[in-house]
């Protein structure tokens, strides 16, 4: 049965339809068992609408509808109609870019800005990278003998299933459906229950851009229930998944336990950023600053753990410190606001545990650690000193607006206890001395490494994890190995003489 749409009215008082079904066959629909759940609204902490939730059940209905498309339309489609349809998402997510941007601020606490200009701004030019490329998915002639004619196709996997994160869900799902979609899979999203909203907007655009049924499938839904339905199903072909390392490793045995599924992981990360005495000290603190208070902290990438050369440390924190408590704490709708509410209750208690966890085992809070305001998830920016990397606060991925401050004195010391972590997915370094910035770019065990900036991403350039930051990377040319699997050809020639 369709399910019916909701009408919300926006802080800034304009009223848009929001669809709270499953997308299932280029269809609103109710789940199976017509379960529902509350999205929140992270600023007040009041419920926004109930949305349709996916079990076993709905999930082997996408599955049926992705397998069917695949095999019967999807995989028939050529690169050049695949790149059209890509592209005129893209034109309709740039036609409804206030829209979906005042959406996300709504169900995510983003500022506003940063939902225009990197959650939606930065979809946009996902999907029209991935556009370009495929019609561009080939393999090689290989010469092996002159009596043989050998070559290499490289082929859709079939069909893919996504499970993204809440901190960027509308650039998350283009991360995923972008290359899935462009190499030819069918594929089944599933965002997270904390912020559905977005997703399901973007999956009628698809349907308005021309995608034929069951190509895009997404099941909003608990992890616990849908998505491991996802991970445990016989008939999905492909898994990627962006969050946490617990979920990372119960998908993994998941997938060992069923189909044995190929899977791609994007994990956390505890990441490094070094700032040496040699570089722009004003620069590098704006930088730093934005490394891990963008987003509310809300980010994979996070420069949670900041080294500065003894020679400015005490520099450094005055500075930081002041340029941290001048950031506007608040409405997300609000011009001048940088730092919104943290996601949920849930992450906004687990946050102020690790704050508590720091104050006991003796850092020092140099400020912040407590609650903005009255209501709404909201936690000031708290700066720790006086760390070391024994300390919890150094060790574990906190996803919130909390930075730890440490002194190094050489190279080979900082780049010690850089590596002082199960993560590997970011680190940045800070310099005008371009021999260390290549050293440190060359030894730092990490997917990505800035240097004098922080936290800039781009499609053309891959993205992901060493140690236990993940699997496989999202972005870029790369990305498509993940989407693709080759196959090998070989003819007798001697057979047609």
Not at 405 to 417: L, R
């Amino acid at each position: 049965m369709e399910s019916k749409h909701d009408l919300i009215t926006l802080p800034n008082g304009k009223t848009i339809k929001v669809e709270t079904g499953l997308f299932i066959k280029n269809a609103f629909v109710e789940s199976v068992d017509k379960k529902q759940f509350e999205t929140i609204n992270p600023s007040t902490g009041k419920v926004i609408t109930n949305v349709a939730e996916a079990s076993s059940k709905d999930v082997d209905l996408a599955v049926e509808a992705a397998t069917e498309a695949f095999y019967n339309v999807w995989r028939f489609v050529d690169g050049k109609e695949r790149g059209r349809l890509l592209n005129k998402l893209a034109d309709l997510i740039e036609r409804d870019l206030e829209e979906l941007a005042a959406l996300e601020s709504f169900d995510n606490g983003q500022t506003l800005s940063t939902a225009k200009f990197i959650d939606v701004g930065l979809s946009i030019d996902c999907y029209r990278y991935f556009a370009g490329w495929t019609d561009k998915i080939h393999g090689k002639v290989i010469d092996t003998e002159t009596s043989k004619f050998a070559y290499t196709r490289h082929e859709p996997i079939g069909v893919c299933a996504a499970i993204i994160p809440w901190n960027f869900p509308i650039l998350m799902q283009s991360w995923k459906m972008a290359p899935a979609l462009a190499c030819g899979n069918t594929i089944i999203l599933k965002p997270s229950e904390l912020t559905p909203l977005g997703a399901l907007k973007i999956a009628a655009l698809c349907k308005e851009a021309g995608f034929p049924e069951g190509v895009v499938n997404v099941l909003n839904g608990p992890g616990p229930i849908t998505g491991a339905a996802i991970a445990m199903h016989m008939k999905i072909d492909k898994l990627s998944f962006t969050g946490s390392n617990a979920t990372g490793r119960s998908l993994l045995k998941a997938a060992s336990e069923s189909n044995l599924k190929q899977v791609s992981l994007e994990l956390g990360g505890k990441s490094p950023n070094i700032i040496f005495a040699d570089s722009n000290l004003d620069q590098a603190i704006k930088w730093a600053h934005m490394g891990i208070f963008f987003n509310h902290g809300q980010c994979c990438t996070a420069g949670s753990r900041v080294y500065v050369q003894d020679s400015v440390y005490d520099e450094f924190l005055t500075k930081f410190k002041a340029f941290t408590e001048s950031n506007k704490i608040g409405d997300p709708f609000e011009e001048d606001t940088y730092q919104g509410p943290q996601i949920s209750q849930t992450q906004f208690d687990r946050i102020m545990r690790y704050i508590e966890c720091g104050k006991e085992e003796g850092a020092t809070l140099l400020t912040g650690g407590e609650r903005h305001g009255d209501q709404g998830y909201f936690i000031k920016p708290t700066i720790f000193t006086d760390v070391n990397e024994k300390m919890t606060i150094m060790q574990e991925e906190i996803f919130g607006p909390v930075v730890a401050i440490s002194k190094f004195s050489t190279v080979e010391e900082v780049i010690e206890k850089a590596h002082l972590t199960k993560f590997g997915l970011a680190a940045a370094v800070f310099t005008n001395d371009l021999t260390k910035a290549i050293k440190l770019s060359n030894e730092l065990r990490a997917g990505t490494v800035w240097v004098n900036c922080y936290n800039l991403v781009n499609s053309r350039l891959p993205f992901g994890g060493y140690k236990e930051s993940g699997t496989g990377r999202d972005l870029s040319k790369y990305a498509l190995d993940q989407y693709t699997q080759i196959k090998t050809v070989q003819i007798n020639l001697e057979s047609h003489t």
